[in-house]
């Protein structure tokens, strides 16, 4: 078992930046990859931004390549998403993952609402 917190969600203006950290307890020396996901209202949860926990290879989706970034801390057993740039569209509710195998992610956290005013 793996037991996920986010914090850092908040309203901020487009063009803002914000930080979302999510932090890891339980089982954390098995995780294979974690990873931010979001949901905004009547759409399908997506995947944001992953991240190999060991290597730290990383992936993006194309709308937030080269805005996001997620970084992890494998001392604190943390993973953050540091969101700059934001936009309208980025308004979501924001999850943090974690995979214990390729492509399985298993652990949710209860999600951090990021609003983005235009």
């Known amino acids: 078992q793996v037991q996920l917190v986010e914090s850092g969600g908040g309203l901020v203006q487009a063009g803002g930046s914000l930080r979302l950290s999510c932090a890891a307890s339980g089982r954390t020396g098995t995780m294979y990859r974690m990873g931010w996901f979001r949901q905004a209202p009547g759409k399908e949860r997506d995947v944001v931004a992953t991240i190999h926990w060991s290597g730290g290879s990383t992936f993006y989706a194309d709308s937030v390549k080269g805005r996001f970034t997620i970084s992890r801390d494998i001392a604190k057993n943390t993973v953050s998403l540091q969101m700059n740039s934001l936009k309208p569209e980025d308004t979501a509710v924001y999850y943090c993952?974690?995979?214990?195998?390729?492509?399985?992610?298993?652990?949710w956290g209860q999600g951090t609402q990021v609003t983005v005013s235009s």
């Open positions: 993952s974690a995979a214990l195998r390729p492509a399985s992610y298993d652990y």
